[in-house]
């Protein structure tokens, strides 16, 4: 099965407020935008992955990721996560009716395809399934298969709500970078040490204190 992916990104300048303490104000946008270009990368190089589509209405983010390969759909009017994932989703159903969906998270630096690939083999087995993120609280991915509703839940908690929903989570060994989003300056010290892709590398050259290291792609 290949899947389309559905990436929701806020405006640059209003992203990741959580990393103020860790990456300077005038580095953060650059930084999401950075973790966003790797994230899209990766998942277009999953061989699982037939194409990305990213809601937001960034336009500095709309270019860039563009140019990547990614479809754009405008996040308007933005009415948060949930409501931009539902709004991408159906745009992507439109135009091509009951394709395989997963929601990914933008803030996935050390991305590894082959991680995203095995994740996405055994969503495959469910009609909808989901991956817990690195701290077990949260959510990472989320899929519907082909014709199912992707209904997500995404916010505070939202692995239990998932489940809660139905979906079933997924137990897959070994993918850490799939798991790995960044909202901290702790989170940001873990996915470099798991390796980062190289836009993330290149634009924490300018936080205080970190350690770029490629290699997440």
Do not use: Y
């Not at 806020?10 to 860790?22: D, E, I, M, T, V």
């Not at 589509?53 to 405008?74: F, K, M, N, Q, Y």
């Not at 709004?87 to 590894?112: F, I, K, Q, S, Y």
């Not at 989170?187 to 634009?203: C, I, N, S, W, Y």
Request: aromatic share 2%; net charge positive.
């Amino acid at each position: 099965m290949r899947w389309t992916l559905v990436i929701p990104l806020k405006p640059l300048a209003r992203a990741k407020s959580r990393l103020a303490g860790a990456v300077p104000d005038g580095v953060r946008p650059g930084l999401v935008l950075a973790f966003a270009l790797d994230t899209v990368s990766a998942a277009l190089s999953s061989p699982a992955v037939r194409d990305v589509a990213v809601v937001t209405h960034d336009a500095r983010a709309g270019r860039e990721l563009s140019a990547l390969g990614a479809l754009i759909v405008p996040d308007e009017p933005p009415d948060g996560l949930n409501a931009a994932l539902a709004h991408g989703a159906a745009a992507v159903r439109a135009a091509r009716p009951g394709c395989a969906l997963a929601a990914l998270n933008a803030d996935l630096p050390a991305l590894r395809p082959p991680e995203l690939t095995r994740v996405l083999d055994a969503a495959a087995e469910f009609p909808r399934a989901f991956l817990p993120d690195a701290a077990g609280i949260g959510t990472t991915l989320l899929a519907a298969g082909p014709c199912r509703e992707l209904s997500p839940a995404f916010g505070p908690r939202s692995r239990a709500r998932h489940r809660a929903s139905g979906a079933v989570e997924v137990r897959v060994a070994g993918v850490d970078s799939v798991r790995r989003d960044v909202d901290t300056g702790e989170d940001l010290r873990a996915a470099l040490a798991l390796g980062v892709g190289p836009r993330t590398a290149a634009a924490c050259r300018a936080v205080p204190g970190a350690a770029p290291a490629a290699g997440g792609q």
